[in-house]
């Protein structure tokens, strides 16, 4: 049987908010390179917020879009070097 969008959305936000446990910054506070992580991690964070809020108002749809967005931030910004995934490739696409 082909899994739902709830059920889809539910596992996307669980995977989201394991990769946001995981995730750490790699640049050293103070730089350039740091706000920049922090960034990538304040967004993630607050499409992680607003996928939570659709999924709470039953808009499950907005909010399976915001938990991809959420852990697209994330990927991004591991790719980018800026984060580091802890070579956790099943929460995260590794370069």
Do not use: C, Q
Not at 7 to 23: D, G, H
Not at 24 to 41: E, H, L, Q
Not at 49 to 58: A, L, P, Q
């Amino acid at each position: 049987m082909a899994e739902s969008v709830a059920e889809r959305a539910v596992r996307y936000r669980k995977l989201t908010e394991a990769a946001l446990l995981k995730v750490s910054v790699k640049a050293i506070k103070g730089t350039r390179d740091f706000a920049r992580a922090k960034d990538f991690v304040s967004m993630a964070e607050n499409y992680l917020s607003d996928g939570r809020h659709f999924e709470e108002k039953g808009e499950i749809a907005l909010a399976l879009a915001a938990y991809s967005y959420a852990h697209a931030w994330l990927d991004a910004g591991i790719r980018a070097g800026f984060l580091d995934g802890k070579n956790d490739d099943k929460l995260f696409t590794l370069p």
